[in-house]
């Protein structure tokens, strides 16, 4: 019969209409400003880098200005400036610093590789969106001290990553420890022999080994 | 009106449908659609020339969003392309994931674990129900029902773009392929959630086809209107749904059997006519061929690595060579040509997009139809112009 179609069709408009009163199924709004939906862990915005400490973020950065992720980044919207110094990282290790860090958020796609190919795990990647600004040049571009947050922070974010990257750092803190140990029990061997022996291994092993910037 | 009338040709160049004039009939009229118009999906322009209401010649014109995507991934590494061709067919990132992937894994001799494969598999079969589902509610909205099978759609792709977004992270660039594997594994209840999703999908389809399939305005508006024959189709090289829906059983899945599709039962749907209708019709089957597809991989999905060992993230520098690689994309084959030099950017970087192919043919379909029915042919295309102008 013509028509029956169209009744067929309206029927489920009707039910769909009546539905979005009572049916929580069909309750898919969430009023945005007033209330949110629980972001997956997953999520990702923009870059953030981890450090150490919160009372001191700027000492404690995990970055070393290795510049990889600047080189690797596709759209270009990172700039580091290494420091001509060196300061002890978080384990002691006398090491170079970001003199400058910036990420240009008007520019960054939030596409993560800067994570993925960081051998530091120094970025991660921040949840937060509501990022609108009044200057379209300086209020979107954020410097290393707007950048740093702490390693809480990225456990509040991301648990299940967060705690892998504890344990990876810590095992590799403890291999290094080990290693310098051997290094140094190796050395006062040394020592105590005569200076036959091929001359001892550095004291101090590079904690994680610095990767040279892919050609 | 009939097309017999022995009238002269269209004064437009090029112009194969003949219009009349006599003291009905005044001069032949330019219309520019475009390139800001709510029916020509993105920024895209039709200059059509009508006689009255019907189409006489029609003119694509596009590149309004041309972003140099060949020439950027010539110049960026193998991976950092990777973000760019999400925004290739913005709405079907994972399978341009794929597709790219694919044409690197080659490249490099790479293999893939299996259960990789399997989340290949089953985010390619997601990303099919998603786009299928917009298309139906644009094409619904290009007849003029404006909102609502639009937004019932839209409901439904929500639920996939959640599943998408917290395997990873993001909704509609999702990044997340990865050569020889994918970036991370599926979280925890992410597979139990997309088995619910996979199940209640059946009956969406169902109140949306109740909605739709039978409904007579529909059918008067896209039956016989746009018919696009099975020669022209082949000889246009148009692949996906339209291809099908001409009645062409060509499918990448079944013919070139990439990934793990031979490991699954399912049926290629295709169309009697070739019009409009079929062209709808077609792609609700595809849906439910999906569906299965996904239940058994879902099913089957083992345990394992989803990366290959040997990949290398950085300083990845693939032998020199050239390949072409395609997989079926919702929209049809979309390959990736790529020539590599041993360095750590491909020499030559270019990608075949299925919509600006399925593009090509939009005159031959609109001649003789109204411009109301222009608009609902392109609807039926299913063109995104991230990806017909890269």
């Given amino acids: ?181 051997a290094a140094a029990a190796a050395k006062a061997a040394a020592a105590a022999k005569p200076p036959a022996v091929p001359p001892p291994p550095p004291a101090v092993v590079p904690l994680p080994p610095p990767v040279p910037p892919a050609a | 009106m009939s097309f017999s009338d022995p009238s002269p040709l269209s004064a437009a160049p090029g112009a194969s449908v003949r219009a009349v004039h006599d003291e009905f009939h005044g001069d032949l009229l330019e219309v520019s659609m475009g390139p800001h118009h709510p029916s020509t999906h993105g920024v895209f322009r039709m200059m059509v020339t009508l006689d009255g209401e019907t189409v006489v010649k029609l003119k694509p014109v596009f590149g309004y969003l041309h972003r140099n995507h060949e020439k950027i991934g010539e110049n960026t590494s193998y991976l950092g392309s990777m973000p760019y061709t999400d925004r290739l067919d913005y ?121 739709l399939t039978g409904n007579e305005i529909l059918m008067a508006r896209t039956q016989g209107i746009g018919c696009l024959s099975a020669k022209l189709a082949v000889s246009a090289g148009v692949t996906g749904p339209l291809l099908r829906a001409a009645g062409v059983a060509y499918d990448l899945r079944k013919v070139d059997g990439y990934g793990f599709y031979p490991r699954f039962d399912f049926r290629v749907p295709l169309g009697a006519h070739g019009d409009t209708y079929d062209r709808y019709m077609v792609r609700v089957l595809e849906m439910r061929e999906s569906i299965r597809i996904l239940q058994q991989a879902l099913r089957d999905i083992p345990a394992g690595p989803i990366m290959d060992p040997k990949a290398k993230l950085r300083g990845f520098r693939p032998k020199p060579g050239e390949v072409y690689s395609r997989i079926e994309g919702p929209k049809g084959e979309i390959g990736f040509h790529l020539i590599s030099e041993g360095g750590p950017n491909p020499y030559r970087y270019r990608v075949r997009p299925p919509s600006l192919i399925n593009l090509t043919i939009l005159e031959d379909l609109c001649l003789g139809h109204s411009i109301a029915d222009a608009v609902v042919i392109l609807g039926s295309i299913d063109i995104v112009l991230g990806e017909v102008d890269r």
């Fill in chain 1, 1 to 181: 019969m013509l028509g029956s179609g169209l009744l067929q069709g309206l029927a489920v408009t009707a039910k769909n209409f009546v539905g979005s009163f009572h049916d929580p199924k069909r309750f898919v709004t969430t009023q945005y400003p007033e209330e949110k939906t629980r972001l997956p862990e997953a999520y990702r915005n923009f870059p953030f880098l981890v450090s150490e400490n919160a009372e001191d973020p700027m000492g404690t950065l995990r970055c070393v200005a290795c510049q990889i992720c600047e080189k690797e980044c596709p759209p270009q919207c990172i700039y580091i400036e290494k420091s001509k110094d060196k300061k002890p990282d978080a384990s002691g290790k006398q090491q170079i610093y970001p003199a400058v860090f910036d990420i240009d958020t008007a520019v960054c796609m939030s596409c993560q590789i800067c994570v993925e190919v960081c051998p530091f795990d120094a970025i991660k990647m921040d949840q937060v969106f509501e990022l609108a600004a009044t200057d379209r040049f300086t209020g979107l571009m954020l410097d290393r001290h707007a950048l740093a947050k702490p390693n809480s922070y990225f456990h509040q974010l991301h648990p299940t990553e967060a705690a892998e990257v504890d344990d990876r750092l810590a095992t590799e803190r403890k291999a290094a420890e080990e290693k310098a140990r």
């Fill in chain 2, 91 to 211: 709405l079907c990132s994972m399978t341009n994931n794929w597709a790219y992937a694919l044409a690197v894994e080659k490249l490099a001799g790479q293999a893939v674990p299996e259960r990789a494969e399997y989340l290949r598999v089953i985010l390619a079969e997601l990303t099919r129900l998603l786009n299928h589902t917009c298309l139906a509610g644009f094409l619904l909205q290009d007849c003029g029902a404006s909102g609502t099978p639009l937004m019932y759609a839209f409901r439904e792709r929500e639920k996939i773009l959640d599943l998408f977004e917290s395997l990873s992270g993001s909704r509609m660039m999702c990044n997340y392929q990865r050569f020889g594997g994918c970036r991370v594994d599926a979280p925890a209840g992410w597979l139990d959630a997309a088995r619910a999703l996979t199940d209640g999908y059946g009956s969406f389809l169902d109140e949306y086809e109740a909605l």
